[in-house]
């Protein structure tokens, strides 16, 4: 299994994290092992913290579920336990190299060892060794605990051995990586999933030093650009430092030599290969690669010596050898060394998926003969050095997918194993679609028109996206071909997230590569020696006129079925046979080779869209026409998003629970009145109370199981949760028409039970109808993915089953546009939610199930609330970039190669550039020419070429014009402007903004400069400002960490209880378990890091915080990008941080590099703008620069009135903050006006009682003072008085620790008074209690209902605690008494004992 998950030894990080010599990352892997490892002593059933874990993850209210997840979560927690162990310190022992210990845990493999080695700066030359214990040479892949004599203190050798043919061409590639370790060539051209990183940059390389900043010493002068309502966006500092961050160079070539291969009589002699090598010194040496190493020989270029010179200088590492010809590379590469070593390693390692820039400096393109011949070797790069040269994908990705998960160590083994080879496939997939595009692989039908044409590359199956033979012709055509790889995407997803054991899904990407779309999958073993027809044993493959099924197939679709919400169906095929299925008609079944069953072809997992699927004979609700539903669509695939599915089923239930509950409540007070009446003419019954009382709390035991059983034994939380014990117990009385005082026969019990019985199933029936159940007994909504689809014949078409089917799907697309996107637009007007640019638009509308031809809706519904304008001018410009997406896809299919870079550029202009007739830089009569030249050469071709020259008469006018009617025809939103410059006055647009946005979105590199955006009659772009395009690349993003959710989501639970310490070692954990699944980069870890400082920061270790903030920065940076929303709020975190441990300077160059990039987001009209203003205004006031900290804080007050309102407490801290400014340049006047505006709307929105109303009324008398006595002064002043003598003017200047305390409120981070522990308590609990009536019932069922509980990952969970959803509190254990509470606006600062409080920024 190793062979098959592994990368080659030479590249880096390839199952294990690199380790380096600050041993970072290989500490992050071994603290999952160490810091758990002193539990491993613990008795699980006595631990109190595991008692508290398994309270935590309970999600009913009920004794046995609870009893039930809690042996889950203590299982759980015994098996962490299995899997921890001590960690233990060994001794290195190297040649030519003094020993050194190393730290390694028994989970570890050997392999990890020799990563460790091969990253040290002292050992990293080394590639060809074995590591040997006792004489003993230890397996690669091994763990140490399996290892006989392996422990604390043990010695273990680094023994050289022989080369072979393939260990030397690794050793060569090794020696150029590390020549080229400090290129950030690789990052900018988008190779081997290097991404780019800045922060070391923009701090100077010292985020965490010791040092102190001296205030005098501070540059805080921020750049031109940086300042408030300055419009320039200059974009050379995007890109900081790159000049400077040259490698030196060591050797001018290093290459294959001419005279490879060696002849038999020099293999005889043990000869590799042969070297050429040219020094800095112009020295030129052939070297030879032997079976000992390496050493020069005597050839040249016109003769061949294979004779060793005299000295030949044998070293078994070629470093080695060149150090001893070469005193220059000596020099060179021990400061490249040096350099390296100062990177963090999280700069150095691979992240899982590549990250492309759009912007990059002219590349410096150097002589490199082993890059060349990587280019144009018939091999596969890295894996030409696997068994087998090329991998077979299939069998890799079903083979992870069976391996065990009985227990945590098989799981982490098996989702560790799951997540590389994705990745790996993603990597090989995009590099596959883009030889394709490129035209550099043979069709395996030649023949066939070009696009039709399929292709196979590295065992991968690559088709394009345009209709073959009519196969979409009824459903939109080519519209449909590019639209159903992103469906078919989708439901993999689906289908892998259920992770249902027998069923497999084939390994899918979707790239979009120069105007196409190509579609990559794993080949099922066999698929391509028969027939498809012959091959499906489930599923119809020519859209619904056969259809067959399995027996195989039902047991394991039924399954999947309920997770996803799909209704069995039964449809008619051509033969008039009844064929149930568990899919769409489309799904299709197929047994491969290897025995195993594959289903494909998942575009319609997820129901119909009815809003944009117009079908003759069905209509929408009134509100629904309302809004213009049903409109047409470019094609008929249009579905509803799984999230969308969950939080309809979600809604429906709450529904239904309420109308149950109501029903029983109305049930109730009917019996009541009736008891009521007959009381009168009762008469009590005193004899045998205690057999009566028993006889009825055994009938009400009994009445509630009867309940129980006909709501279902998901929803019995009606009868426990959502009503007191004694309300249930009234409720059971009424129904059976008793109270308290009666006697009840066994007879009379059976009647009565029969009668609740009655009752309920009414009850349930009812409450089934109004929220449209397909069941009456009990709650069931499901979809069938077949209704309104033409070409499928339903069994009873017109029965009533099938009309419910119907009208479900109608609500839910209903339930989209009145319930879902208002929700979302809620989310902003709260400020929940608060979108930087369109993709994080979409990723919101997305997490709320809400497709993307929705944003016109969304846009439309945004215009309406002047507080979230910024929103729509983001949804606006994000409707431009897409719609001009689709044009561009068109308009590159008809360019050739030799014309790309000109085309984009012509394109570009007409987009944002003001020029009313751009040329392009190359004429319509060369391109006819060359097409006459080259018209046979195109019919081989892959790329379908037009005929035509179109692209070279767009026009800015034209262009716009198909923006603005396909923004109509696709989003059914009409823009109001045709041109770039009125885009920009209409909606509050900036050029660079859509600039980057539409670079990000295509995939096309420009070259870093400055352009002239907003100059008028002049051409912005040339072909030579076009650097590259990439490819966009969509996946499915597997989330595989099951254990670490659960972890995380345990910590997040204690951390809102106020269990600072538990929550954290908790998260703590799930870090750990992340890092062994996902191994060193992930989106997940930089969320989980990003929480872990912000708790370090709460608990006071600000060093610590620092240190985790900084790694969460640097991979931000690498996985999202350096420019990306969430690098953004990284950045802003880590000047927080860097104050708080007195970097002042590290704060503001942090700061300021965070306003930077969101002024290329969106500029300056934003409210997380507000808040960066906010910040660097405090910093800029405790270094007492007044003048520039006003300019900030007057912005950031102008932005917070703006989106907040003027009666905001946002807006009443900025007066605040903006009067303390000005009392401290002597401009009390001003200062009191701003005071006057604070207190008035503390007064108004907190009353006269309020701690922040008293203080800004202290602070208003304190101003008054002083305004008086600097009046009185300025009047002697101007009459003339002499002998006059100014008293002391009373100017309190900042602290450090008062503006850290000011900075911790605006952020989010408040003190609160340890008194008021219990009355926060209470509001919580208040507050929860509110929603107790039916939360923990659909909190269960959502449990049961969600296919994938892990769907929005722990990423988005952290980003919740993290920022401004969650409540965390702790005791800062600094003090011993409690004496002090600090000040709301945190003038006031005290060393006790405090209570810390997180609750979004303030």
């Known amino acids: 299994m190793a062979g098959n998950t592994r990368v080659d030894e030479n590249k880096?990080?390839?199952?294990?994290?690199?380790?380096?010599?600050?041993?970072?990352?290989?500490?992050n892997m071994n603290r999952a092992d160490?810091?758990?490892?002193?539990?491993?002593?613990?008795?699980?059933?006595?631990?109190?913290?595991?008692?508290d874990d398994n309270k935590v993850t309970t999600v009913n209210g009920e004794d046995e579920n609870q009893k039930m997840e809690e042996d889950e979560d203590k299982k759980d927690l015994q098996e962490i336990v299995l899997i921890q162990d001590t960690g233990f310190t060994i001794k290195i022992i190297a040649p030519n190299v003094e020993s050194f210990e190393l730290p390694v845990s028994s989970m570890e493999l050997v392999q990890e060892i020799y990563q460790v080695l091969m990253d040290r700066e002292d050992t990293c030359h080394r590639t060809c060794f074995s590591l040997q214990l006792d004489g003993v040479t230890l397996d690669n892949f091994s763990e140490l605990k399996t290892i006989e004599g392996l422990k604390e203190g043990s010695v273990v050798k680094v023994v050289e051995e022989p080369y072979t043919v393939r260990e030397s061409r690794i050793h060569v590639r090794h020696v150029r990586d590390l020549l080229k370790s400090l290129d950030l060539a690789d990052a900018y051209n988008g190779v081997d999933c290097i991404s780019l990183s800045f922060l070391n940059t923009v701090t100077a390389a010292d985020?965490?030093?010791?040092?102190?900043?001296?205030?005098?010493?501070?540059?805080?002068?921020p750049p031109d650009y940086i300042l408030p309502n300055n419009k320039e966006r200059p974009l050379l500092p995007l890109h900081p430092g790159v000049k400077e961050q040259k490698a030196p160079q060591c050797v001018r070539v290093l290459t294959y030599s001419g005279w490879n291969p060696p002849p038999g009589n020099r293999r005889m002699h043990g000869d590799l290969l042969y070297l050429y090598v040219l020094t800095l010194e112009d020295k030129k040496f052939h070297i030879t690669a032997s079976t000992r190493g390496f050493y020069i020989n005597q050839s040249t270029e016109d003769e061949f010596n294979p004779q060793p010179t005299q000295p030949s200088y044998l070293s078994h590492s070629l470093i080695d050898l060149m150090n001893q010809i070469s005193p220059a590379f000596r020099k060179n590469f021990s400061v490249l060394l040096k350099k390296r070593s100062q990177k963090h390693p999280f700069e150095r390692v691979p992240a899982p998926y590549q990250v492309y820039s759009w912007m990059a400096p002219l590349p410096q393109h150097t002589v490199d003969y082993i890059r060349a011949e990587d280019a144009f070797s018939t091999r596969l790069g890295y894996e030409e050095h696997i068994p087998g040269q090329t991998r077979d994908w299939n069998e890799e990705i079903q083979m992870t997918r069976e391996l065990s998960r009985k227990n945590l160590p098989d799981r982490l083994i098996r989702e560790r194993a799951i997540f590389k080879v994705h990745s790996d496939f993603v990597a090989a997939a995009s590099r596959g679609a883009q030889a394709v595009i490129d035209g550099n692989v043979m069709p395996i039908n030649p023949g066939e028109d070009s696009k039709m044409q399929m292709f196979i590359w590295n065992n991968i199956f690559f088709s394009l996206g345009f209709d073959v033979k009519d196969h979409y012709k009824d459903f939109g055509g080519d519209a449909a071909a590019y639209a159903a790889p992103g469906n078919d995407l989708q439901g993999v997803r689906a289908y892998f997230s259920s992770d249902q054991e027998g069923l497999y899904t084939l390994g899918t990407v979707v790239v979009d590569y120069r105007g196409y779309r190509v579609t990559a999958q794993s080949i099922i073993p066999g698929i391509l020696e028969r027939e498809q027809e012959q091959s499906v044993v489930y599923g119809s493959v020519d859209f619904g006129k056969t259809v067959v099924t399995s027996d195989k197939y039902r047991e394991l679709l039924s399954k999947t079925a309920t997770q996803l919400k799909i209704r069995p169906h039964k449809v008619i095929n051509n033969k008039d046979e009844e064929v149930e299925l568990f899919s769409s008609i489309e799904c299709k079944g197929i047994i491969g080779n290897d025995q195993r069953h594959y289903i494909l072809d998942l575009l319609r997992t997820f129901p119909p869209d009815a809003n944009y699927l117009p079908v003759k004979g069905e209509e929408l609700s009134k509100e629904m026409k309302e809004h213009g539903y049903p409109r047409k669509h470019p094609h008929k695939l249009a579905c509803l998003r799984q999230e969308l599915v969950d939080a309809f089923i979600e809604n429906r239930y709450l529904a239904f629970v309420r109308h149950a509950a109501n029903q029983f409540q109305q049930l109730q007070l009917s019996k009541q009145i009736k008891l009521n009446k007959d009381k009168n003419n009762e008469k009590d019954i005193n004899s045998n109370d205690n057999k009566d009382t028993e006889e009825k709390n055994a009938t009400i035991t009994e009445v509630n199981k009867t309940l129980e059983k006909t709501l279902g034994s998901d929803n019995k939380d009606i009868l426990e949760d959502d009503m007191a014990a004694e309300e249930a117990k009234k409720i059971v009385e009424t129904l059976t028409g008793t109270d308290s005082n009666t006697s009840l026969s066994e007879t009379n019990a059976q009647n009565l039970i029969q009668k609740v019985e009655e009752n309920t199933r009414e009850i349930v029936k009812k409450a089934a109808r109004a929220v449209c159940s397909l069941s009456d007994t009990e709650f069931s909504v499901t979809f069938n993915p077949d209704v309104f689809q033409p070409h499928v014949k339903h069994f009873d078409e017109d029965?009533?089953?099938?009309?419910?089917?119907?009208?479900?799907?109608k609500d839910a697309s209903e339930?989209?546009?009145?319930?879902?996107?208002?929700?979302?637009i809620n989310d902003c007007l709260d400020h929940s939610s608060s979108p930087i640019d369109g993709s994080t638009l979409t990723e919101a509308m997305h997490n709320r199930g809400i497709n993307v031809r929705y944003l016109g809706k969304v846009a439309e519904m945004f215009a309406k609330y002047n507080s979230v304008s910024y929103v729509y001018s983001i949804a606006v410009g994000e409707l431009i970039c897409r719609s001009a997406k689709h044009i561009y896809k068109t308009y590159m299919q008809g360019v050739d190669m030799v014309?790309?870079?000109?085309?984009?550029?012509?394109?570009?202009?007409?987009?944002?550039?003001?020029?009313?007739?751009?040329?392009?830089?190359?004429s319509a009569e060369e391109i006819q020419n060359r097409k006459a030249r080259r018209k046979k050469k195109y019919n081989q071709r892959v790329v379908v070429h037009a005929d035509n020259t179109e692209w070279l008469n767009e026009s800015p006018k034209s262009l716009w014009k198909k923006i603005v009617d396909e923004t109509e025809d696709y989003y059914g939103y009409t823009l109001e402007c045709d041109s770039i410059e009125c885009s920009i006055d209409k909606y509050d647009l900036q050029r660079v903004s859509v600039l980057r946005a539409f670079c990000r979105t295509v995939g096309i590199q420009i070259l870093l400069r400055e352009y002239d955006l907003n100059v008028n009659g002049k051409q912005i772009f040339n072909e030579d400002d076009i650097i590259n395009v990439s490819p966009i690349v969509k996946h499915m993003h597997p989330k595989v960490a099951t254990d670490a959710y659960h972890f995380f989501t345990s910590g997040q639970t204690k951390i809102q209880q106020g269990l600072l310490r538990e929550g954290y070692e908790l998260i703590t954990e799930a870090w750990n378990l992340l890092n062994n699944v996902y191994i060193a980069l992930h989106p997940e870890i930089a969320a989980c890091?990003?929480?872990?400082?912000r708790l370090n920061y709460i608990m006071g270790d600000y060093g610590e915080a620092l240190s985790y903030q900084q790694k969460a920065v640097i991979m931000s940076e690498r996985v999202h990008g350096i420019d990306h929303p969430n690098t953004i709020t990284e950045y802003a975190h880590l000047a927080l941080y860097s104050f708080a441990n007195n970097h002042i300077s590290n704060?503001?160059?942090?700061?300021?590099?965070?306003?930077?990039?969101?002024?290329?987001?969106?500029?300056e009209n934003h409210p997380e703008v507000a808040l960066i203003d906010s910040n660097i205004g405090l910093i800029l006031h405790a270094l007492e620069e007044y003048e520039l900290s006003l300019r900030f804080l007057e912005k950031a007050l102008k932005l917070n009135i703006r989106y907040f309102g003027s009666k905001s407490l946002k807006a009443a801290m900025s007066y605040h903050l903006v009067a303390r400014t000005y009392s401290c340049q002597g401009n009390f006047r001003a200062a009191l006006q701003s005071e006057k505006e604070a207190f008035s709307i503390y007064k108004q929105s907190l009353g006269d009682d309020h701690d922040r109303t008293k203080e800004s009324s202290e602070c208003l008398k304190h101003l008054t003072q002083q305004a008086v006595v600097f009046q009185k002064k300025m009047n002697e002043i101007c009459k003339g008085e002499k002998n006059m003598t100014f008293p002391p003017i009373q100017i309190q200047t900042p602290s450090m620790s008062s503006v850290l305390d000011t900075l911790n409120i605006i952020n989010g981070i408040v003190f609160v008074q340890i008194g008021d522990i219990e009355r926060l308590k209470k509001e919580m609990a208040k507050q929860q209690g509110e929603q107790s009536e039916v939360s923990k019932t659909a909190e269960e069922t959502n449990k049961n209902n969600q296919s994938d509980v892990k769907e929005n990952g722990v990423e988005s969970e952290t980003n919740n605690t993290a920022n401004k959803d969650d409540i965390s509190i702790e005791l800062n254990d600094k003090s011993e008494t409690l004496n002090h509470i600090p000040a709301i606006n945190g003038d006031v600062v005290s060393n006790n004992k405090q209570l810390l409080v997180t609750s979004g920024p303030q």
């Open 1089 to 1093: 890091l990003r929480l872990l400082a």
């Open 899 to 922: 014309n790309l870079s000109s085309a984009i550029s012509h394109f570009l202009n007409c987009l944002i550039g003001s020029h009313p007739n751009p040329t392009a830089q190359i």
């Open 34 to 51: 160490e810091a758990t490892s002193n539990k491993t002593e613990c008795n699980c059933d006595n631990d109190e913290t595991s008692t």
């Open 815 to 824: 339930f989209l546009v009145l319930h879902q996107i208002p929700t979302l």
């Open 207 to 221: 985020v965490v030093e010791k040092k102190k900043s001296k205030l005098e010493s501070i540059d805080c002068t």
């Open 12 to 27: 880096k990080a390839d199952d294990t994290s690199p380790k380096s010599d600050s041993r970072e990352i290989e500490g």
């Open 1147 to 1163: 704060a503001l160059r942090l700061m300021y590099r965070a306003r930077y990039l969101a002024l290329l987001c969106h500029g």
């Open 799 to 809: 029965g009533e089953n099938m009309k419910r089917e119907k009208q479900i799907v």
